[in-house]
């Protein structure tokens, strides 16, 4: 499978909760980290639990894919009901095998733009 | 030029406040968004301008940088005297003539992560 499809089918099963075939789709040893948070889990199985263990009745839609032969980003909309959408950015690294061996995740949250520049931007 | 040899000669550009070359890669009509801001630039000369006002001496690396023909999605490294350290994230569509037509940025900023996962990760 080439990346792109796999990291769409990685989406697809988390949320299906297929574990399953999450499972398949993760290098033994991936690593998957927030950079924000500074939090790292290492492995297929805590992998899987992570996302498994994600409380809430969320549901994820992929919203942009760029992808590279080993590499993807992406971005998806991420909607649970009493909390605001939210916005999931993605980088993933693929090994010799197509699985995905790396994964860094990102949540942007809303802020207050500087007020020095209001004058170069419309705001919707 | 490709999209990445495009988004590289954008990002390199930027960092040396070079914004006639800036101007070369965008489209007439190149639209910027920060989302978690809503703000919008419409037009080469405004997102040039954006640019060129953002105040401090800062300076950018790219981190990483996926592309596909027309599209690609980037990290940088932002470093600015007296402030921390940020991560920038954008993504790219270029238009059929090669040039830069659309860009997404976003700044993801530190949280705190919730205590119910503290078992299932690691911290850095």
Known sequence: MSAA???RA???AIDR???????????DDVVYEVPQ??????GRAGVVRFNAEYPGEWHLTVTTLVAEADRAATTIGFASPGLPD?????????????????IED???EPYEPPADRAH?????
Chains 1, 2 share one sequence.
């Open 37 to 42: 948070t500074r939090e790292r889990v290492r």
């Open 86 to 102: 939210q916005t999931g950015i993605a980088f993933f690294t693929l090994d010799d095998d197509g699985r995905i061996a790396r």
């Open 10 to 12: 990685f989406w697809e």
């Open 120 to 124: 170069l931007v419309e705001r919707w």
């Open 17 to 27: 909760r297929d574990w399953d075939a999450l499972g398949r789709l993760l290098a």
């Open 106 to 108: 990102w949540w942007p």
């Open 5 to 7: 499809t796999t990291v």
